[in-house]
Structure formats: C-alpha cells, structure tokens
C-alpha cells in the first residue's frame, strides 16, 4: 500500500452544533493558537525562557453553506448565539464510520454572519458564511479509521 492511500481526505466532514448534526459545504481556519511571552534571565545568557500568557482573544471558525429555500434548521446562527453544547468537527474516511480526526470546542460564540453579493447577472447558490468564536480546540486523531 502506497502511502498516499493512507493519508486523510478532507472532503467528508461532519459538523456537530450545540449538539445538533447540520450540513455544511466549507469549514475553514480549524486552528488552535497560544501566545508566549519571552523572559530573559538575568545572568543566564545562553536561553530564554517561554511562559504561555493569558488568553488575550478567541479563536474564529468559518462555515459556510448555500441558503435553500424555507430553510429553518440554521436560521438560530445570528450574532450573539451562543453553543453551550459546543462544536464537533468530525473528517470522515471514504468507508467507515469511525472518523479519521475530531476537532472539539466545548464552548463558542457567533460573533459574524454574512451572504455573498446578490447579483441578479448570477445564477450561482448563495452563500452564507458563519464565523464563530470559540475558546480553543482539541483534535483527536485516529487512527483505526485511516
């Protein structure tokens, strides 16, 4: 076997919502970031030393998905609602129900919500892009489902 078909596809994912499975065509900036803070002791010239801060500022999630007609299951993704049950991010394998990787936030926020240009000359699916603050993730990677 190649290692190329070993590797994860990340065109299957699955997106969990205050517990709740909802269909999304893109998610992006799945990332987790820390800041450090550099100290320099005195007499030792050699090295410095990382101290992690604080967290200074949250994380941002995009989702994004075309707008159907009479859709009601994501019209609650306006600004200010909040994901007490937190976000799931799941990348499915090509066969298998277990998930290549996860990536978990026990808490988020919409802070931002917005649709592409309406262009009567376009006959394009109209995109709403959600981005949602979140106070870090966890991945979990798998495995058994590669």
Do not use: C
Request: aromatic content about 6%; cysteine-free.
């Amino acid at each position: 076997m190649a290692m190329q078909d070993n590797l994860a596809r990340h065109t299957k994912f699955k997106v969990i919502l205050n517990g709740k499975s909802l269909g999304f065509s893109k998610v992006s900036n799945i990332s987790a970031t820390m800041e450090f803070e550099t100290v320099v002791e005195g007499g030792v010239n050699d090295r410095v030393h990382y101290l992690p801060k604080p967290r200074q500022s949250l994380d941002k999630l995009i989702l994004e998905y075309g707008i159907a007609s009479g859709e009601m299951s994501r019209t609650t993704l306006t600004a200010g609602y909040e994901l007490k049950k937190g976000i799931i991010i799941m990348v499915m394998p090509d066969s298998g129900l277990i998930p290549t990787a996860t990536y978990q936030a026990n808490w988020g926020i919409v802070t931002k919500w917005e649709i592409d240009t309406l262009d009567a000359m376009s006959s394009g699916i109209l995109i709403k892009k959600v981005e949602i603050s979140h106070n870090g993730l966890s991945e979990t990677i798998n495995k058994i489902g590669l």
